[in-house]
């Protein structure tokens, strides 16, 4: 089977340790193959280690996107000032199709993943078309896609009082939220918009202002931007029991509902199964990705860095 995405144009001067005239020239085809297929897979470079994965991404020219500045709620180790490792999930655990960071207000624009070591068996990283999954939504279920489009929604999560390395959400509060204290952790969510409540383990209940629920992209399709796949499969319900998500109204999303998006989302996936030292570029607006579970003893690692492309 042919490998969607992959980028079969020149790649040689993205490489070169100065820049050279063909950079922008072969920069600009990237970005416009990328706009059109969502994903741009880059095969064959040779990368092995996160300094020359860097240096690679570090040639589009994106503003960086920093994890500690980020509100990701999984725990992830710096590798590089702008590389860290992927969310670190057991790797029996699937993690579901999302949007990186579309619960938060601040989700990056795009992401890049490094390869360095593939695993035995399993692993890849499901891509799904969100603006597939939105038209389809439309035209299939059009009442649906007007409660997401119009309400928003909101989401309800606990971050712990420490960093809990063995969950896919195990980032403090403290790190989370760049805060030292209660005080501090109360007046950023505030300013944000967000609500919360304090438990009695210190770990603290955060619920999100309404946030969008679909994205207008730049050509004008609009694309399902949100984290509804990866809560309803993958999200434990918060301390008090509270439901992870709900419409931005406040009132709730039926389960049903639920699963015909999942549905939707499955016909729109392609697995992209990684090989050591590839590359894939990710328009976060477009694209949902994931993880599939994996084993073997080979330990697979796959790096990442983010970026704003504004
Ligand atoms: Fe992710």
């Not at 991404?57 to 709620?73: K, V």
């Not at 695993?119 to 649906?144: K, N």
């Not at 409660?147 to 403090?172: C, I, V, W």
């Not at 319900?237 to 439901?243: I, Q, T």
Request: proline residues 6%; hydrophobic residues 35%; glycine residues 6%.
């Amino acid at each position: 089977m042919a490998i969607p995405f992959l980028y079969q144009g020149d790649t040689a001067p993205l490489l070169a340790r100065k820049d050279s005239d063909n950079v922008s020239a072969v920069r600009s085809q990237i970005k416009d193959e990328l706009a059109e297929k969502g994903a741009v897979l880059f095969r064959g470079l040779g990368i092995q280690s996160a300094e020359a994965f860097d240096q690679f991404s570090y040639q589009f020219g994106y503003q960086d996107f920093s994890y500690q500045a980020s509100l990701s709620n999984a725990v992830r180790i710096n590798l590089t000032p702008r590389v860290f490792t992927a969310n670190e999930a057991p790797k029996e655990i699937e993690i579901f199709l999302h949007h990186e960071m579309a619960q938060t207000p601040m989700p990056p624009d795009k992401l890049f993943f490094c390869c360095l070591s593939a695993s035995e068996s399993g692993g890849a990283t499901p891509l799904c078309r969100s603006d597939y999954v939105a038209r389809d939504l439309r035209e299939e279920h059009p009442a649906l896609f007007a409660a997401f489009d119009q309400r928003g929604l909101k989401y309800t999560t606990t971050m712990p009082a420490e960093n809990d390395h063995a969950s896919g959400q195990g980032r403090s509060w403290q790190s989370t939220l760049s805060v030292q204290s209660k005080a501090e952790a109360e007046a950023r969510l505030t300013q944000m918009g967000y609500t919360f409540l304090w438990q009695q383990d210190d770990s603290l209940v955060t619920t999100t202002p309404r946030l969008p629920a679909t994205r207008q992209l730049p050509n004008g399709d609009v694309s399902f931007f949100n984290q509804v796949i990866a809560v309803h499969l993958g999200w434990r319900n918060s301390a008090l029991g509270r439901p992870n998500l709900t419409f931005g109204d406040g009132s709730p999303i039926e389960p049903k509902a639920l699963e015909t998006i999942v549905e939707i989302a499955s016909r729109h996936t392609v697995d992209l199964a990684w090989e050591d030292g590839d590359i894939a570029l990710i328009d976060n607006h477009r694209m949902m990705h994931g993880r599939r579970p994996y084993g073997g003893d080979r330990p697979r690692q796959v790096i990442v860095t983010l970026a704003l492309d504004h």
